[in-house]
C-alpha cells in the first residue's frame, strides 16, 4: 500500500502512461527490442545520475560530471589512439582512476576550503574542459584511429543485452547495494538531512561529501569511456551540458535538491524518463526542440511534486492527528 | 501636593499599555496564565522571572507574534488586538530584541528605514531624506554613526544603536527591551542605561526583561515578577528588595514531583581540568563519578552548552584536560568522544537531534554503524533489534520503527535521540535541557529515566535552566556563570535562593 502512493509508483505510473500513449501511435516502439535499444541508450544518463544522486544526498551538487566524462574520455581515445595494444581492461581502470581522481578534487575543495558546490564545480566543469581542448589541441579523436577491441566493448552482446546495458544494470545494483547497506550510503542520508545532527552522531559531514564526489566522479570517468568507445569519437565538446540532463534525472526522480531524500529506484526512473522522451519523440515526429521544452516541464512537476510532498509532511501540532497516524 | 507628584499621580493612573487576564497555552503547556501587565509612560518596568517563566511568551504577545488565548489588550484604555506583528508596530510598539536582526549588508539608514523608507517621486526611495532622517535618529540617541555607513563594519553595540533608532524610526510608544545587555560591554551598558533615561524623558514606556538584578535595581521604576506563567508580584521598585525579588521568582512550585532516588556515587570516571576556550568558557575543573547526576545550572548563555560541546568534541578547547578513569584522554571530534563512551544529547533537538526524513531506526542506529555492520554492510535486522531495545525501555509511542521521525512528537523524538545515544552505551551522558518544550507527562518520564541510568551505574551530566529540575535531581551542582565556574553546591548549600544568587552574581549579604 505504501509503495502505491510513493513517488516511484506515481513515476512509474506516469512512465507507463507514456508508454501508453506513445504504443496508440506508434505500436513498434514498445516491442522488447526497442525498448531495450531505449534502455541502452539511457544507461549512460542513468550511470552519471546515480553519481549525482550520492552528491545531491549530500546537499551539494556537482556540475562537472559531462567535462569530467569528456576529458577523460579523450584521455581514453588518445591513449588507446597511442598504444593501441593497451587492453581494454587497462583503459577502464584507467578511465576510473582519472574520473575518480576529478571527483576528488572537486570533493577536496568543497570539504577543506568549505567553498559552495555549484561554484566549486561550476570552475572545475570550465577547467576539465580547457584541459581536454589543451590535450588534443582541439582535433577529434576519430573512429579509424582507435582500435577494434575498444570500440567493440559496450556494443558486444551479452545473453541478448549490449555491455553498456550490463554495465549499467551491475552499477545500478552495486549502487544500491551501497545506498542502502552501508554505513556511507547512510551517512550520505544523514549529513543531507540534516548536518548538524550528523556532527553530533560522530559522522564527518566533508568527508562524507569529499566521498559523495568521488564517487560521482568515478562513474563519470568510466562513462567517459563508454561514451567515447560507443560513438567512436572524441572532441572537446562531447557530453556538452549533458550535466543539466543528469540533475533533471535526479530531480523528476524524486531527490530532493534540499539534501537527504530519495531512492536509486526513482533515480532509474527518472532518468529512464527523460530516455523515453528522447528517443520517442522523433518517432511521433515531434521537433527536437519541443523535447527541451517537454524535459523542462516535466522538472517543474516533478520539483512542484516534490515540494508539496515534503510540505505536507510538517509537524503535527493536533493531538488527534498524532494519534491517528 | 507639588507640581511633581502630581504629574506622577497622574501618570500612575493612566498607563499607556494594560493586559489583563492573558491567558496562552501550547500543546500540553499553558505558557501563561491569566497575567496582567501594566506599562506607564515615562517610566521603565523590568519584567522578571526564571527561564520559562512566560518573559518571552508576553513579548510576543505584545508585539503581534502570538495570539493570546483570552484576555485583553487595552493601549489608552482602547481595547485592541494585534493580528500580526505590523499592527503592533502601527500602535507604538516596538521591541529590541536580544539577537538584533538587521541587515549586513544594507547601510546603517537602510537598516534603520527598511520597509518604510520615505519615498520620493514616482514612489522611488528618497536616499537623501532618508539619510538625514538616519541621521536626526541617530543623534536623538546620542549615538555618532555615519548613515552611510555598511552594518557590516559596525560592532556588536552600534548595532544595538541602529536595532533601537529603528524601533524609534517609527512612533514608538511602547519600548520592550529583551535583555538589551547581554551582550554588551560595562561601557556599552552606561550608554544604554543613559539611552534608557533619554527615552524615559520623552515620555515612553519601557519594558525591560533583564536576569541582572543590578540593572533592575539601576534603571526601573516598577517590577513585574512571573512564575510558571503566573504573575506573582508587581509593585514600585521603591518597595522590594533583591531578596524578595529572588524569593518571588523561585517560589517553590508544588506540582513537579521528582523520582526518589538513592545516590550512592561510586568510584571516579571524569575529571576534567582547567577547560578553557578562547571566547566562551574558562578555567572550568570538576569531577563525575559513576551513578551521579551533576547539575549544570546558570542563565541562558552562562556557557554551560558551550562547554558541553567541547568535552564532546564539537569544538575544541584552548587549555585543559580530561581524564577518564584516571587516564588523560584527547578529544578532538565527537566520534572520539563517542568512542571513549561520552555522548551527548543537545538541547536543539531540530538542529542537532533527531534527523528528519530518515526513520526512526536509522536515527538510532546513526553512532552504532559499526555495530550494526559485519564486513561493511549494515544489516537491517540487527538495526531494528537495537533500536527496539531501547525505545522499549523509553517507551516509545510509535507506529512502527520505519516510521519517518518527523511524524513524531516533540516528546517521541526526544526518546528517539535518547535512544540513539544509550545505544552506544555510554559511560558519561551529558543531557543538555533534556526537558526543554516538552510536556508535563514527558517529563517525568525522562527524569524517571534519568535516576534509572544513575542507578545502573552510568555518570550523568544535566545542563538545565529549571531550578525545581536541576533541585529534584541532582546530587551536587555547578552553578556557571559568565563562562565561569560560580560555585559548587550539594546538600544544605543547594537551595532555589543560593542557585539564583550564583548565577546573577549577587554577593552573599545582598
Known amino acids: 500500500m505504501a509503495f502505491l502512493k510513493s513517488r516511484e509508483a506515481i513515476l512509474a505510473g506516469a512512465i507507463l502512461l507514456l508508454l501508453a500513449l506513445i504504443a496508440w501511435r506508434f505500436p513498434g516502439f514498445v516491442a522488447p527490442d526497442n525498448l531495450a535499444r531505449v534502455f541502452n541508450d539511457t544507461s549512460p544518463l542513468i550511470l552519471l545520475a546515480l553519481g549525482q544522486m550520492a552528491v545531491i544526498l549530500t546537499r551539494c551538487i556537482d556540475l562537472s560530471v559531462a567535462a569530467n566524462l569528456a576529458l577523460t574520455g579523450m584521455v581514453c581515445a588518445m591513449v588507446n589512439a597511442a598504444a593501441p595494444g593497451l587492453p581494454v581492461p587497462v583503459i577502464i581502470a584507467m578511465a576510473l582512476a582519472l574520473g575518480a581522481l576529478m571527483g576528488a578534487v572537486n570533493g577536496l575543495l568543497v570539504w577543506t576550503l568549505a567553498i559552495p558546490p555549484i561554484v566549486v564545480t561550476l570552475g572545475t566543469m570550465t577547467i576539465y574542459r580547457g584541459i581536454i581542448f589543451v590535450i588534443s589541441d582541439g582535433q577529434w579523436v576519430n573512429s579509424h584511429e582507435m582500435s577494434d577491441a575498444f570500440k567493440a566493448l559496450p556494443r558486444a552482446e551479452l545473453l541478448g543485452l549490449p555491455v553498456l546495458s550490463w554495465i549499467a544494470l551491475v552499477v545500478v545494483a552495486l549502487f544500491a547495494l551501497l545506498i542502502v547497506r552501508t554505513p556511507l550510503g547512510r551517512a550520505f542520508y544523514a549529513v543531507g538531512g540534516n548536518p548538524g545532527a550528523a556532527v553530533y552522531a560522530g559522522l564527518n559531514v566533508g568527508r562524507t561529501q569529499f566521498w559523495a564526489f568521488t564517487l560521482s566522479g568515478t562513474l563519470a570517468g568510466l562513462t567517459g569511456y563508454l561514451w567515447v568507445s560507443r560513438y567512436a569519437v572524441a572532441y572537446v565538446d562531447i557530453a556538452s551540458g549533458f550535466e543539466l540532463e543528469v540533475v533533471a534525472a535526479c530531480v523528476i526522480g524524486g531527490i530532493s535538491i534540499a539534501g537527504g531524500a530519495g531512492t536509486v529506484t526513482g533515480v532509474v526512473l527518472g532518468a529512464l524518463f527523460l530516455g523515453i522522451i528522447k528517443n520517442a519523440l522523433p518517432v511521433v515526429n515531434v521537433s527536437p526542440f519541443y523535447q527541451l521544452a517537454i524535459s523542462g516541464g516535466a522538472i517543474i512537476i516533478a520539483v512542484a511534486f516534490n515540494a508539496r510532498a515534503s510540505r505536507s509532511r510538517g509537524r503535527v501540532i493536533l493531538k488527534s492527528a498524532e494519534h491517528a497516524s | ?510
Open chain 2, 1 to 510: 501636593m507639588n507640581m511633581q507628584a502630581v504629574e506622577a499621580a497622574t501618570r500612575e493612573s493612566a498607563p499607556v499599555l494594560t493586559l489583563e487576564g492573558i491567558t496562552k497555552t501550547f500543546p500540553g503547556v499553558r505558557a501563561l496564565s491569566e497575567v496582567g501587565l501594566d506599562l506607564y509612560p515615562g517610566q521603565v518596568t523590568a519584567l522578571v522571572g526564571e527561564n520559562g517563566a512566560g518573559k518571552s511568551t508576553i513579548v510576543k504577545i505584545l508585539t503581534g507574534i502570538y495570539q493570546p488565548d483570552g484576555g485583553r489588550i487595552r493601549l489608552d484604555g482602547q481595547d485592541v488586538h494585534f493580528p500580526t506583528a505590523q499592527h503592533a508596530t502601527t500602535a507604538g510598539i516596538t521591541a529590541i530584541h536580544q539577537e538584533t536582526v538587521l541587515f549586513d549588508e544594507l547601510s546603517v539608514a537602510e537598516n534603520i528605514f527598511l520597509g518604510h523608507a520615505p519615498r520620493g517621486r514616482f514612489g522611488l526611495i528618497d536616499t537623501a531624506r532618508m539619510q538625514r532622517d538616519a541621521r536626526a535618529l541617530l543623534e536623538r540617541i546620542g549615538a555618532r554613526l555615519d548613515p552611510a555607513l555598511p552594518l557590516k563594519e559596525l560592532g556588536i553595540a552600534n548595532r544595538h544603536l541602529v536595532a533601537i533608532a529603528r524601533a524609534l524610526s517609527v512612533e514608538a510608544r511602547v519600548v520592550v527591551m529583551d535583555e538589551p545587555t547581554a551582550a554588551l560591554s560595562q561601557k556599552e551598558i552606561e550608554e544604554l542605561y543613559e539611552l534608557v533615561e533619554r527615552l524615559k524623558a520623552e515620555g515612553r514606556a519601557i519594558l525591560f526583561i533583564s536576569h541582572k538584578f543590578d540593572e533592575i535595581f539601576r534603571i526601573a521604576d516598577r517590577y513585574t515578577v512571573f512564575r510558571d506563567g503566573e504573575l506573582v508580584g508587581h509593585g514600585a521598585m521603591a518597595d522590594v528588595d533583591e531578596s524578595e525579588l529572588v524569593r518571588l521568582m523561585v517560589g517553590r512550585s508544588v506540582d513537579q514531583i521528582f523520582p526518589q532516588r538513592v545516590s550512592a556515587p561510586g568510584p571516579e570516571v571524569l575529571r576534567v581540568e582547567g577547560y578553557s576556550h578562547p571566547t566562551e568558557f574558562d578555567d572550568i575543573s570538576f569531577t563525575l563519578r559513576r551513578g551521579e547526576i551533576l547539575g549544570f545550572y546558570g542563565l541562558v548563555g552562562a556557557g554551560r552548552s558551550e562547554l558541553m560541546q567541547a568535552l564532546f568534541g564539537v569544538t575544541r578547547p584552548s587549555r585543559g584536560a580530561v581524564h577518564l578513569d584516571d587516564a588523560p584522554h584527547a578529544i578532538r571530534t565527537p566520534a572520539d568522544a563517542i568512542e571513549a563512551g561520552i555522548v551527548y544529547v543537545p538541547e536543539d533537538r531540530g538542529l542537532q537531534g533527531a534527523v528528519r526524513g530518515l526513520p526512526i531506526f536509522q536515527n538510532v542506529t546513526l553512532p552504532s554503524l559499526r555495530e550494526t555492520s559485519r564486513r561493511g554492510f549494515l544489516r537491517m535486522a540487527e538495526e531494528f533489534a537495537l533500536t527496539r531495545r531501547y525505545t522499549d525501555r523509553l517507551e516509545l509511542r510509535a507506529a512502527a520503527l520505519d516510521q519517518d521521525v518527523a511524524e513524531l512528537s516533540g516528546g517521541n523524538q526526544q526518546k528517539v535521540v535518547i535512544a540513539k545515544w544509550l545505544a552506544t552505551k555510554p559511560r558519561v551522558i551529558i543531557l543538555d535541557e533534556p526537558t526543554k518544550g516538552i510536556d508535563i507527562g514527558s517529563k517525568a518520564a525522562v527524569h524517571a529515566f534519568m535516576a534509572e541510568l544513575a542507578a545502573e551505574g552510568l555518570a550523568v551530566i544535566m545542563v538545565s535552566s529549571e531550578i525545581p529540575e536541576i533541585l529534584g535531581m541532582s546530587d551536587r551542582v555547578i552553578v556557571m556563570r559568565e563562562g565561569r565556574m560560580a560555585a559548587e553546591l550539594e546538600g544544605e548549600a543547594l537551595t532555589p535562593e543560593t542557585l539564583v544568587r550564583h548565577a546573577a552574581g549577587i554577593g552573599e549579604g545582598g
